[in-house]
T-cell receptor
Framework: GAVVSQHPSRVICKSGTSVKIECRSLDFQATTMFWYRQFPKKSLMLMAT?????????EQGVEKDKFLINHASLTLSTLTVTSAHPEDSSFYIC????????????FGNGTRLTVT | AQTVTQSQPEMSVQEAETVTLSCTYD???????LFWYKQPPSRQMILVIR??????QNATENRFSVNFQKAAKSFSLKISDSQLGDAAMYFC?????????FGKGTRLHILP
């Protein structure tokens, strides 16, 4: 089945630094990728939708200058948390949509970010 | 490693009837969360219901309820009084210590 690889699975960084999270579709082309954030004991919160070759669409309340999303190819989307702060510590998960709507979204396994 | 299995790729139900979506999982963890998510054509993930593994009482949210059988590692979703707006993909998800694992989804069709 279709696989989405999300890397890294865990990252610890210091305040003020930037962290990049990659989301790759391994055996299909992902025209659309979604980035979610999950707070402890909360459900997934959609942060943004990225389409290959165009600017990401951010959900209300998500700072686009802080969470930079780049969907440069049909198999790779990246989320960069810029100037990270402890309140950015969270669980981030991506999911990818292939061109066949009848296929379910394929999800990465998530990245746990800890900002110290 | 944890796994989540949704054995029904597609299901259909008559409007106003009741339907049950199945989900089984495998884990060695004792504390975890289970979720059902709905994905309508907008593609946005919508949380339908959640269950904490340490709670024995089955979660209920309006027309949605679960049958959580921890020993059997089963977590089925029951939708009562099905409505046309319930048509969507439904994902069962397991949240353990480090990751969320989703099933492959069940596409639910509502027949008018």
């Amino acid at each position: 089945g279709a696989v989405v690889s999300q890397h890294p699975s865990r990252v610890i960084c210091k305040s003020g630094t930037s962290v990049k999270i990659e989301c790759r579709s391994l055996d299909f082309q992902a025209t659309t990728m979604f980035w979610y954030r999950q707070f402890p004991k909360k459900s997934l919160m959609l942060m943004a939708t990225s389409n290959e070759g165009s600017k990401a669409t951010y959900e209300q309340g998500v700072e686009k200058d802080k969470f930079l999303i780049n969907h440069a190819s049909l198999t790779l989307s990246t989320l960069t948390v810029t100037s990270a702060h402890p309140e950015d510590s969270s669980f981030y998960i991506c999911s990818a949509d292939d061109t066949d709507y009848n296929s379910p979204l394929h999800f990465g396994n998530g990245t746990r970010l800890t900002v110290t | 490693a944890q796994t989540v299995t949704q054995s029904q790729p597609e299901m259909s139900v008559q409007e106003a009837e009741t339907v049950t979506l199945s989900c089984t999982y495998d884990t060695s963890e004792s504390d975890y969360y289970l979720f059902w998510y709905k994905q309508p054509p907008s593609r946005q993930m919508i949380l339908v219901i959640r269950q904490e593994a340490y709670k024995q009482q089955n979660a209920t949210e309006n027309r949605f309820s679960v049958n959580f059988q921890k020993a059997a590692k089963s977590f089925s979703l029951k939708i009562s009084d099905s409505q046309l707006g319930d048509a969507a993909m439904y994902f069962c998800a397991y949240k353990g210590d480090d990751k969320i694992i989703f099933g492959k989804g069940t596409r639910l069709h509502i027949l008018p």
